[in-house]
């Protein structure tokens, strides 16, 4: 898998539930939120260490088990954070260290998302990037 295929999957997605209507994009983010949780950030990685700091609820994010995970109470935070996670986690870690923010705008998910919403998923990328630093392959 690499990064513009992964990016390509979740642009249809919301491409094509704009076209029904903006909030069934929401709608989606929730329901990919309750999975976030499904396999959570452990509590001890829950610090302010790992947070992501500008968004308005509890987020956080790390590298745990070889994989990134995440959590948070809010769930369309938590709907961008399965995004990110997932598409982090599909690639191998060579690849997944290429990785860049300008790659995320391609999905255009800054287009939906509140101000606050848009700098906390643009802080979580820049975070997973650094993170991803300081694993060896």
């Not at 295929?5 to 994009?25: F, G, H, M, Q």
């Not at 709907?79 to 923010?101: C, H, M, Q, R, W």
């Not at 700098?119 to 650094?130: L, N, S």
């Amino acid at each position: 898998m690499n990064i513009d295929t992964k990016l390509t999957e979740y642009k249809n997605n919301i491409d094509t539930l704009r076209a029904v209507e903006s909030l069934e994009v929401y709608r989606w983010l929730i329901s990919l939120g309750e999975k976030l949780n499904h396999d959570p950030l452990s509590k001890e990685k829950r610090s302010e260490k790992n947070k992501v700091k500008s968004c308005q609820f509890d987020l956080f994010v790390d590298y745990e088990d070889g994989r990134f995970k995440g959590w948070s109470k809010a769930m369309v935070s938590a709907g961008y954070a399965y995004i990110l996670i997932d598409i982090f986690n599909s690639l191998d870690l060579p690849e997944a260290k290429k990785v860049t923010v300008d790659h995320f705008k391609k999905i255009k998910m800054d287009e939906l998302l509140t101000m606050s919403r848009k700098t906390g998923f643009y802080e979580m990328i820049e975070i997973m990037i650094g993170k991803l630093k300081n694993v060896s392959n």
